[in-house]
């Protein structure tokens, strides 16, 4: 007993070191691309977006700082299970600036590789240069798993700028937007813009190489935060919540697409901004209109012309009462599934976890989602892939014995 006690302190012990020598080595990164100002939390796993105010100089954020803008964040399902993209769900992440911008990798062990990449270009030449005022936001994905799955994307952005004034948001169509909404459907609104009467930003989410969202929605932040994939939405209700007042924030999803082992799907939108009580670029400036971006689009175009099939899934309607979201034939978005009695699954495990055990795997909140990961795949109402539960479990198997010396 002594033995294993000793053992035990030694692993708590070792356990503390390195988590403080972790602490120390985090550096923030930081970097200027044209009127934006980005810095990458390698802490956290996040990053903040600022833009110059014209007025003074001065950068102010776009997003949401607080808490090195973790109210920014994206999510991946795959399947019916949901992925929080962030470290601390226990998703790795490794993120790095580059010649004309930032990229972000999120590796979901044995099954996607996400990737997001923010290229920043002028509106007029669409090159990088001092009055660069055009995001180029990229996001792939890849399947690193050994199977054909279908994966989906949904990304919250925690916006600032209109919390300040009378106007949260505004579209093409809606000058005033100071409560929950959802569009099925962005062809009439073109963007979502929010501003705070000198400094405005918005997310261009129609047009010929823009990958059209299935839908988009504004509400509260802590609403979106969720990993529920469909929020429900109360109407006329502003941007309340029990923890936060006035605290608006975008959610936008994407289709599905069925992708076969190592190859990949993306998106693309686009984000401007503009000081000194103009009005961010459009569609209708140079960089559109005279070319640039539908040839800059070519290595997008590429990866959707691969091997994957788009799921066109129906608007997400929501009810009128706000109980819950219903789909365009009446029915609940997402009854109960119910738990299939398969009990094949608790036989004797015939996998064996013999890879070292990592850092990461010791986190807490990677052991949780591991679980979770367990308890959805047994949870399935269709097929169950009874070797993707029998190899997750010999991992957490192998987590808990290492734990126990």
């Known amino acids: 007993m002594p033995d294993k006690e000793n053992n035990m302190r030694r692993l708590i012990l070792s356990l503390l070191c390195l988590f403080f020598t972790c602490l120390l080595c985090a550096v923030d990164v930081e970097g200027v691309f044209g009127i934006y100002r980005v810095v990458l939390h390698d802490k956290s796993g996040t990053f903040s977006i600022y833009m110059e105010n014209a007025k003074?100089?001065?950068y102010v954020p776009v997003l949401n700082s607080l808490d090195s803008s973790s109210g920014t964040r994206f999510y991946l399902k795959a399947g019916s299970f949901v992925h929080v993209l962030s470290k601390s769900a226990g998703i790795p992440v490794s993120q790095y600036l580059t010649d004309t911008g930032f990229r972000v990798e999120y590796t979901v062990k044995n099954l996607a590789l996400v990737a997001l990449t923010f290229t920043f270009v002028?509106?007029?030449?669409?090159?990088?240069?001092e009055f660069s005022?055009?995001?180029?936001?990229?996001?792939f994905v890849t399947n690193t798993s050994g199977k054909t799955d279908s994966?989906?994307?949904?990304?919250?952005?925690d916006t600032v700028l209109g919390e300040s004034v009378a106007k949260h948001f505004s579209t093409n169509s809606f000058p005033v937007i100071n409560e929950e909404m959802s569009f099925?459907?962005?062809?009439?609104?073109?963007?979502?813009?929010?501003?705070?009467?000198?400094?405005?930003?918005?997310?261009l989410l129609d047009g010929d190489t823009i990958t059209r969202p299935l839908s988009v929605t504004l509400a509260n932040r802590d609403i979106l935060l969720t990993d529920v994939w469909t929020p429900t939405l109360i109407p006329g209700r502003g941007f309340n919540s029990l923890f936060s007042f006035n605290n608006s924030a975008l959610c936008i999803h994407w289709n599905s697409y069925r992708i076969a082992p190592k190859l990949q799907s993306a998106v693309r939108f686009y984000i401007t901004a503009a000081s000194n009580e103009q009005n961010p670029a459009d569609t209708s400036s140079s960089f559109f209109t005279g070319g640039k971006a539908a040839e800059i689009s070519a290595e997008i175009m590429v990866v959707q012309e691969q091997a994957v099939e788009e799921i066109i899934e129906p608007p997400v309607v929501y009810d009128v009462t706000g109980t819950a979201p219903v789909n365009d034939k009446g029915s609940l978005e997402n009854p109960k599934k119910t738990p299939v009695d398969d009990t094949s699954i608790q036989d004797e495990n015939p996998y064996v976890y013999d890879e070292p055990i990592k850092e990461e795997q010791l986190d807490p909140a990677y052991i949780e989602a591991l679980l979770a990961k367990i308890e959805s795949l047994e949870a399935e109402s269709t097929e169950i892939d009874r070797e993707e539960i029998l190899r997750l479990?010999?991992?957490l198997d192998a987590i808990l014995e290492y734990l126990r010396r």
């Open 56 to 58: 003074n100089s001065k």
């Open 122 to 129: 002028s509106s007029d030449d669409g090159k990088l240069g």
């Open 133 to 139: 005022d055009v995001i180029i936001a990229d996001i």
């Open 151 to 157: 994966f989906a994307l949904k990304a919250v952005f």
């Open 184 to 203: 099925s459907s962005m062809y009439a609104d073109k963007w979502i813009r929010t501003s705070d009467g000198n400094n405005s930003m918005q997310f």
């Open 393 to 395: 479990n010999a991992e």
